[in-house]
């Protein structure tokens, strides 16, 4: 995926091969931008506190929501995004050899103020420029990009979580991790069409609406087979 990226980057911006695959966790060259002032020693400490989190909603609800219903794994977002910033933790840890330090996988996505904020700049910016890399090297109008781009992501998450599980098991997930990116796509347009000039607080409401009523989507049986949450 780093290789992909670094092909589609222009000659002149491109870093020294070897260093981008192996030097940084991100998986855009463009990404090398974003300085970082975080500290190495909040590096640990963000590792275990998010892991502790994590720790206690999973816990939580494996023990006393079980069966786990479609408003049980709704409850389980907050696991998985403590999941997400403790493996950034874990990232910016295991480079902290260099120089520079490596800025944190997420940018304060609870506090985004829309859907496009939180997906163009709060969300995963060690993946989303590898992922809008990806949608420039197609032809298109912007929508067309959007698709392109939510199209890829949720193909890697199907690599990442279902693909796997069915390859242990033989049981067949394959296109739930897709169809929440899709609705982001979606939702995305919606909110750029229609919500650009809307109060802030609407456009709140449209974002969580959007990320978290389809979460189940995500949060599906691979997921909660992967978190110890089914037999």
Same mark, same amino acid.
């Given at each position: 995926m780093k ?7 222009p000659k ?12 940084w966790p ?13 500290s190495?020693?909040s ?9 502790g *989190?994590?720790?206690v909603? &999973?816990?939580?609800?494996?023990f =006393?929501l $079980?069966p786990?219903t %479609? ?5 389980l977002?907050?696991a998985?995004?403590?999941?997400t910033?403790?493996?950034g ?10 120089k520079e330090?490596?800025?944190p996988i997420?940018y304060?996505p ?6 496009s904020e939180?997906w163009?700049?709060?969300?995963n ?7 809008a890399?990806?949608?420039r090297s197609?032809r298109?109008?912007?929508k067309?990009?959007?698709l ?5 992501s949720?193909?890697f998450?199907e690599?990442m979580?279902? *693909?796997?599980?069915w390859? &242990?098991?033989?049981?067949?997930? =394959?296109g $739930?991790?897709?169809a %929440?990116f ?8 919606l909110?750029?069409?229609?919500f ?6 609407a456009r709140?409401v449209f ?5 978290i ?8 049986i691979?997921i909660l087979?992967?978190f110890g949450?089914?037999?």
């Amino acid at each position: 995926m780093k290789a992909m990226s670094w092909l589609v980057t222009p000659k002149d911006k491109r870093p020294p091969f070897l260093a981008f695959e192996f030097g940084w966790p991100y998986l855009s060259p463009r990404s090398l931008k974003i300085k970082s002032s975080e500290s190495r020693s909040s590096f640990v400490t963000n590792l275990f506190l998010y892991c502790g *989190l994590m720790m206690v909603i &999973l816990a939580s609800v494996k023990f =006393f929501l $079980t069966p786990i219903t %479609y408003v049980d794994r709704l409850l389980l977002g907050p696991a998985i995004y403590f999941f997400t910033e403790a493996l950034g933790a874990f990232g910016q840890l295991l480079f902290s050899w260099r120089k520079e330090n490596i800025y944190p996988i997420h940018y304060h996505p609870v506090s985004s103020p829309s859907l496009s904020e939180f997906w163009g700049r709060r969300w995963n910016l060690w993946v989303q420029d590898w992922i809008a890399d990806m949608g420039r090297s197609f032809r298109g109008n912007h929508k067309t990009k959007i698709l392109i781009s939510f199209f890829f992501s949720g193909v890697f998450h199907e690599a990442m979580v279902n *693909l796997p599980h069915w390859l &242990l098991t033989g049981e067949s997930y =394959f296109g $739930t991790m897709l169809a %929440y990116f899709i609705i982001q796509a979606a939702g995305l347009y919606l909110d750029k069409k229609f919500f650009r000039h809307s109060p802030l607080f609407a456009r709140k409401v449209f974002c969580w609406l959007v990320v978290i009523l389809p979460a189940p989507l995500f949060i599906n049986i691979p997921i909660l087979h992967f978190f110890g949450m089914t037999e």
